[in-house]
């Protein structure tokens, strides 16, 4: 059985979502199209969920791929936001499903938020029953609103709705702390990872001293680990990633961040060299 700390991230994807947060493909689905991949190991990391994970965990052959319990929290503090993965973490420990818990009222009080913002700021307002049905999917996100704003004929795709409106309300939001959420996952015998570093709130871009002082940080919370490859990173932010991991022995982890029709990103698409 491979592990976490293989060296070998070569056919390896440990970022992935399903329909239990802001993916297109069910824990079912993303499972069986993992066994015509080639994927070697694999993990499923839904927004401030475990539930996807875990019927994956269940669902397993003795033939599949190696597989690794996963989950992404996201976390805010005074310095900005932070995506924090979670990995192999017990599946029954209270520490982690009381994370998943307050990440999740979090995030349904930021949909809810996100909803009042429209109708006040923009005189977009949907019908109670569409509103219902948004309210009792597992987490509810950016996505699933702009695609009901398409649906209901104010924006032409999800994109436009998403860069038009969504992200230009504001209101106050709930976060998990970064050192919560680190604390958590290792406190239910997990592994923390800060997932795509470079990558902060919107178009931010952390590189240089700004994120060694933020690993820096997060390491003394017991973080672990640093998503050095990703879809979306350039060599060059690979190689500083890299350089980073090696300087304060990190572990290197690898992953696409598919959301299935959500985003173009297909799985395994990491950036690995092979």
Do not use: W
């Not at 991230?9 to 689905?29: A, F, K, R």
């Not at 991949?37 to 993990?43: A, E, H, I, R, V």
């Not at 990440?103 to 349904?108: D, F, N, S």
């Not at 003394?220 to 640093?226: E, Y």
């Amino acid at each position: 059985m491979l592990s976490l700390h293989s060296n070998d991230l070569s056919n390896v994807d440990l970022h992935m979502h399903t329909t239990v947060s802001d993916g297109t493909d069910t824990p079912e689905e993303l499972l069986e199209k993992i066994r015509k991949t080639g994927l070697k190991m694999f993990s499923v990391t839904d927004h401030d969920a475990i539930k996807g994970s875990l019927a994956v965990l269940q669902m397993l052959r003795e033939d599949d791929p190696a597989f690794i319990t996963g989950v992404e929290f996201s976390c805010k503090d005074e310095d900005g936001k932070y995506h924090i993965l979670g990995y192999d973490y017990q599946p029954d420990a209270d520490a982690i499903h009381d994370l998943v818990e307050t990440g999740h009222q979090y995030r349904m009080n930021k949909v809810r938020g996100r909803l009042e913002c429209l109708a006040r700021e923009y005189n977009i307002v949907f019908p109670q029953e569409e509103i219902d049905q948004l309210l009792a999917m597992d987490n509810p996100g950016k996505p699933h609103i702009g695609n009901l704003m398409v649906k209901c004929g104010y924006a032409a795709t999800k994109d436009e709705a998403i860069e038009k409106y969504v992200n230009q309300i504001h209101y106050r939001s709930q976060y998990l702390r970064p050192e919560e959420a680190i604390q958590g996952i290792l406190t239910s015998s997990g592994i923390p990872v800060l997932a795509h570093p470079v990558f902060g709130s919107g178009r931010e871009m952390i590189r240089g001293e700004e994120m060694e002082k933020r690993l820096q940080k997060l390491i003394s919370f017991g973080l672990k680990g640093v998503e050095a490859y990703y879809s979306k990173f350039t060599v060059d932010m690979q190689e500083e990633m890299l350089g980073l991991a090696a300087k304060y022995d990190l572990l290197i982890t690898a992953g696409s961040d598919y959301h299935g029709r959500n985003k173009t990103v297909k799985m395994g698409e990491t950036g690995f060299l092979h």
